[in-house]
């Protein structure tokens, strides 16, 4: 398998992000855009064992995959500073996604198929929240174990304001309306996959999990709930095993 680790600058970070690259040349494969844990580096998927567990898409040529730095540590994580600050932040990090990462991805795969976002814990709510604000780019999400509403996050304080707001998917897709909303139930689908054993509750993955679900559903969008049993954790090893069941069936 051919890995490539790449750094890109981040003009509003003021410094330079790592990005890593999984594939072979060939024909066009799918380009999956990976999110890290909390706190997590690029190289936290394949540590977690989520790269060879997709490693025969991967060398058959159908997965592209792209696992990036996360900023958590100065946006989302940052508990010394209210929600509105650590969302401005984190506004920072889109902008590197969307301004460096995005047209990386797009010539490293020469145009193709739209990307794919995915993601684990703290990285599936990047998923949703990026395919939801920018369906253009991001049609598909597959979450695992995400919790998708920042105000509920450990050490979370402060006035919840429109920073807040335009990035908590439990919030915003409540409010959806009109053409946007006509255009989303149009272009974008969301998988969101949970366990429900240890951590899952205590995280508050799987509470948060099934409230993104029903708003979905109210509002008409396109997703998947798939809830595993009692006995899978919020941990690795589920993640590996959920992310080898469900990747296959898009690429």
């Known amino acids: 398998m051919d890995r490539r680790h790449v750094e890109l600058h ?26 890290p844990t909390e706190l997590g580096r690029a190289w936290e998927y394949e540590n977690g064992g989520m790269v060879h567990a997709i490693a025969s898409l991967i060398d058959a040529g159908r997965v592209k995959l792209y696992c990036v730095d996360s900023y958590d540590a100065a946006s989302w994580s940052n508990g010394g500073a209210p929600l509105e600050e650590r969302a401005r932040a984190h506004g920072r990090y889109e902008a590197w996604i969307l301004e460096q990462v995005v047209p990386w991805i797009h010539t490293d795969c020469g145009g193709g198929p739209e990307i794919v976002t995915t993601g684990c814990s703290l990285g599936g709510y990047h998923a949703a929240n990026f395919a939801l ?22 050490h979370a304080w402060g006035e919840r304001g429109d920073e807040t707001y335009f990035n908590s998917p ?14 989303l139930r149009e272009r974008v689908s ?36 798939d809830l595993w049993g009692h006995d899978v954790a919020h941990d690795w090893p589920s993640w590996r095993a959920q992310i080898a069941h469900h990747l296959p069936r898009f690429c």
């Open 190 to 225: 969301l998988l969101l996959v949970c366990g429900q054993g240890r951590w899952e509750d205590t995280t508050g993955a799987l509470d948060s999990t099934l409230r993104f679900a029903e708003r979905l559903r109210d509002k008409g969008i396109r997703h998947e709930l």
């Open 170 to 183: 439990i919030d915003y897709v409540a409010n959806l309306h009109g053409d946007h909303l006509d255009w």
């Open 10 to 35: 981040a003009p509003a970070i003021g410094g330079a992000g790592v990005l890593l690259a999984y594939g072979r040349s060939g024909p066009p494969a799918r380009p999956v855009l990976a999110f």
């Open 133 to 154: 604000k920018r369906a253009d780019l991001f049609p598909l999400a597959v979450c695992l174990s995400g919790s998708y509403d920042p105000a509920t996050w450990r």
